[in-house]
């Protein structure tokens, strides 16, 4: 899966492929937020000019309504390990895995005009299901940003939001989204569209509430742990979490981490909750 607005580089099959095979992981998911294009393709060859890969890591609560969910932000962009690195967050713009996620983990029907929670109910679900995300070590395709060359044209891309006949239908499908994944304990269960969630809920492999324990993010108070990054860029998740990759190649055996997330640096860990508008997430989609 990825962004329309994306070019791919030459023999990117092949790359993509072996990436996903050195996890030696069935239910790795190679995903990230992709770089942009400009001066990333060599004209000629097809080839990738950038030595360096985004990783995901960077994600905070923000508002929607009266609800709040986790939003991933720019992500950081360093030099590759040499092997595709472990991620606790999942990308639309980009994903690849065996063909098993997508039917494991659909898209859901009953959560019409939703944009700003997708990539945290997708990862959620595909968490408890029990895939694990990793960041490609190569990039093998790049991002149309509105910017640069590309703003004009992009700047007339129209947004799902002018369509009028759906107005509304998002603040149902927001507490049918955060509810399925436990992010609104707050929210009372029986204000929201409980339809088919054997097939669009959660797995029953591990739990929301690991994910949240591990990662550090408390669904309560809306606050996540600074500095999760740090953790995510140097490597230190990936060689902690690899550990414990099941014999038969089947994911990550989280009920043999005990582990929780902490800020190292101060005792002031939570992040604050920030305000959400479309027009702050859109500026260089």
Same mark, same amino acid.
């Given at each position: 899966?990825?962004?329309?607005?994306?070019?791919?580089?030459?023999?990117?099959?092949?790359?993509?492929?072996?990436?996903?095979?050195?996890?030696?992981?069935? /239910?790795?998911?190679?995903?990230?937020?992709?770089?942009?294009?400009?001066?990333?393709?060599?004209?000629?060859?097809?080839?990738?000019?950038?030595?360096?890969?985004?990783? /995901?890591?960077?994600?905070?609560?923000?508002?929607?309504?009266?609800?709040?969910?986790?939003?991933?932000?720019?992500?950081?962009?360093?030099?590759?390990?040499?092997?595709?690195?472990?991620?606790?967050?999942?990308?639309?713009?980009?994903?690849?895995?065996?063909?098993?996620?997508?039917?494991?983990?659909?898209?859901?029907?009953?959560?019409?005009?939703?944009?700003?929670?997708?990539?945290?109910?997708?990862?959620?679900?595909?968490?408890?299901?029990?895939?694990?995300?990793?960041?490609?070590?190569?990039?093998?395709?790049?991002?149309?940003?509105?910017?640069?060359?590309?703003?004009?044209?992009?700047?007339?891309?129209?947004?799902?939001?002018?369509?009028?006949?759906?107005?509304?239908?998002?603040?149902?499908?927001?507490?049918?989204?955060?509810?399925?994944?436990? /992010?609104?304990?707050?929210?009372?269960?029986?204000?929201?569209?409980?339809?088919?969630?054997?097939?669009?809920?959660?797995?029953?492999?591990?739990?929301?509430?690991?994910?949240?324990?591990?990662?550090? /993010?408390?669904?309560?108070?809306?606050?996540?742990?600074?500095?999760?990054?740090?953790?995510?860029?140097?490597?230190?998740?990936?060689?902690?979490?690899?550990?414990?990759?099941?014999?038969?190649?089947?994911?990550?055996?989280?009920?043999?981490?005990?582990?929780?997330?902490?800020?190292?640096?101060?005792?002031?860990?939570?992040?604050?909750?920030?305000?959400?508008?479309?027009?702050?997430?859109?500026?260089?989609?």
């Amino acid at each position: 899966q990825s962004d329309a607005h994306v070019t791919y580089v030459k023999d990117w099959d092949v790359s993509i492929i072996e990436q996903h095979e050195s996890t030696g992981n069935e /239910m790795a998911v190679l995903t990230t937020y992709l770089s942009d294009v400009l001066g990333a393709i060599d004209d000629e060859t097809g080839e990738s000019l950038i030595h360096t890969r985004p990783i /995901m890591c960077n994600s905070h609560f923000v508002e929607e309504g009266n609800e709040y969910a986790l939003e991933h932000q720019q992500e950081p962009e360093g030099k590759p390990s040499g092997t595709p690195q472990m991620e606790p967050f999942w990308a639309a713009g980009f994903s690849f895995s065996r063909g098993h996620f997508n039917v494991n983990v659909p898209y859901d029907l009953y959560e019409p005009m939703i944009f700003q929670g997708e990539e945290i109910s997708m990862g959620i679900r595909g968490f408890t299901v029990g895939y694990d995300y990793y960041a490609p070590d190569r990039s093998v395709c790049f991002h149309h940003y509105k910017q640069g060359k590309n703003r004009e044209a992009r700047s007339k891309v129209t947004k799902f939001t002018e369509n009028r006949e759906f107005d509304g239908k998002d603040v149902l499908a927001i507490k049918r989204l955060l509810g399925i994944i436990e /992010m609104n304990p707050e929210t009372n269960r029986s204000t929201w569209n409980h339809a088919e969630e054997d097939v669009y809920g959660i797995g029953g492999v591990r739990t929301p509430a690991k994910f949240y324990n591990v990662f550090g /993010m408390n669904v309560v108070e809306k606050t996540s742990e600074f500095r999760l990054c740090r953790f995510v860029e140097s490597g230190r998740m990936h060689k902690k979490f690899t550990k414990h990759l099941r014999s038969d190649g089947m994911g990550i055996d989280y009920n043999t981490i005990h582990f929780r997330f902490k800020n190292p640096r101060t005792p002031e860990r939570q992040r604050q909750r920030q305000p959400w508008s479309y027009e702050n997430r859109w500026t260089n989609e």
